[in-house]
């Protein structure tokens, strides 16, 4: 993908200030702190567009990024952060549920997983929720520069294994760091833009 212009298009932070253009857009979502914001500063080689934070639970709101004005990538706000107070993420839920229920845009999800951590209770309710959306979820384990060899190919199995329960056999090591799997990442996108109506 060439980036010509990259944009912070804006935060949303209810229902009613969603884009209404036809552009397709692309999700991301993640735990709390798992590196959504630095992976799709990765992929769209920006510093800190979509703001990386050292606490967690730090995006809040929806945010959109047009690329090249043909389609939104969409930083989430994390999930499973259990200092948030619950009217926070009843908010979440609130918002969550909206921007996936009346969206007709959204052709797919990259669900990011913590690639030491694996599928979290918090993840697999994500992955089912966007499964019963119809949203197809990319599955990508995150900060696997974090891994030795070693324990990369112990959490290699036991993210096949629990992602087998929704039928999902394809995910991907990721880093932000090192740009594993960023072609990846990409080609995935690209595929999901062009794809469908
Ligand atoms: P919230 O917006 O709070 O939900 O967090 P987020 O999911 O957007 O995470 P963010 O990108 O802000 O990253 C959280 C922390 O993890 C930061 O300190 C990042 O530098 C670090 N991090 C993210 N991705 C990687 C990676 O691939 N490798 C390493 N080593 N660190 C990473
Ligand atoms: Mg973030």
């Known amino acids: 993908m060439k980036l010509v212009e990259v944009e912070f298009e804006r935060s949303v932070f209810s229902p009613e200030q ?29 510093k800190n567009l979509a703001r990386i934070s050292s606490r967690p639970g730090k995006t809040r709101s929806i945010n959109f990024l047009r690329i090249n004005r043909k389609f939104y990538f969409i930083d989430l706000p994390g ?7 619950r009217k926070e993420r009843e908010k979440w839920k609130w918002l969550i549920d909206a921007y996936f229920g009346e969206n007709r845009q959204l052709r797919g999800l990259v669900q990011i997983i913590d690639s030491r951590v694996g ?3 918090n993840d697999a309710a994500m992955i089912r929720f966007s499964l019963e959306m119809e949203i197809e979820p990319f599955i990508v384990a995150t900060k696997a520069d974090k891994l030795k060899q070693k324990e990369r190919a112990q959490q290699e199995k036991k993210i096949y294994a629990a992602l087998h329960q929704f039928s999902l056999p ?20 690209e595929e999901q833009i062009r794809n469908k109506p």
């Open 18 to 46: 969603f884009p209404r253009d036809q552009l397709p857009q692309i999700a991301f979502a993640g735990r709390s702190n798992v590196g959504k914001s630095s992976m799709i500063n990765n992929l769209l080689q920006q």
């Open 119 to 121: 599928v979290t209770g």
């Open 79 to 85: 999930y499973g952060y259990a200092k948030v107070p």
């Open 170 to 189: 394809r995910y991907l090591f990721f880093s932000a760091k090192t740009n594993l799997g960023k072609n990846e990442v990409w080609s995935w996108i």
